[in-house]
T-cell receptor, first 116, second 110 residues
């Protein structure tokens, strides 16, 4: 496979469930990102991992927990979510520190999450 | 912080030209990106500007004026498949920090 892949593509969960979203990048990049995209709102950056260390957390609620075991894989662990967490969750990767357009972020297809 | 503004919706005719504007405010500018996003799909990279001027890529061009905090994406010879949302994104001087506008939904009509 090429590019950035995400599984599952669709997920419906109850507020008491625990689930995980998976992202894998096949581009040899050294940074990975989680974004939340809600209807008619800008993409919201949730987490960034660069060289497998988390370098930014934009005050995301603790019910979202990221994990980055290596530079190619990224997870988002979900527990006790709220209905307002329903959104499209996008993963992206980039090659940091290359400068210019080399830092372009490439996105996966997203996971459409519905919290009941 | 960063404010990024772009029109919510635009409509244009097949074969025509459309310009999508983006204005931004940032404390440390380090590049502006345009992405295309079809409904239910991932954003895909279109263009990148870091210096003032016009960058041309086939039917798509992007312009940047850093002094005015302004960019536009120009789409020529519109095709029906160009109907999508177009996202403007600004990268902060900390290269990992990128902020997106809410997107402009473009509808191309026959």
């Amino acid at each position: 496979e090429t590019g950035v892949t995400q599984t599952p593509r669709h997920l419906v969960m109850g507020m008491t469930n625990k689930k995980s979203l998976k992202c894998e990048q096949h581009l040899g990049h050294n940074a990975m990102y989680w974004y939340k995209q809600s209807a008619k709102k800008p993409l919201e950056l949730m987490f960034v991992y660069s060289l497998e260390e988390r370098v930014e957390n934009n005050s995301v609620p603790s019910r979202f927990s990221p994990e980055c075991p290596n530079s190619s894989h990224l997870f988002l662990h979900l527990h006790t979510l709220q209905p307002e967490d329903s959104a499209l969750y996008l993963c992206a990767s980039s090659q940091v520190a290359s400068g210019g357009a080399g830092d372009t972020q490439y996105f996966g297809p997203g996971t459409r999450l519905t919290v009941l | 912080g960063q404010n990024i503004d772009q029109p919510t919706e635009m409509t244009a005719t097949e074969g025509a030209i459309v310009q999508i504007n983006c204005t931004y405010q940032t404390s440390g500018f380090n590049g502006l990106f345009w992405y295309q996003q079809h409904a239910g799909e991932a954003p895909t990279f279109l263009s990148y500007n870091v210096l003032d001027g016009l960058e041309e890529k086939g039917r798509f061009s992007s312009f940047l004026s850093r002094s005015k905090g302004y960019s536009y994406l120009l789409l020529k010879e519109l095709q029906m498949k160009d109907s999508a949302s177009y996202l403007c994104a600004v990268r902060d001087i900390r290269a990992l920090d990128m902020r997106f506008g809410a997107g402009t939904r473009l509808t191309v009509k026959p």
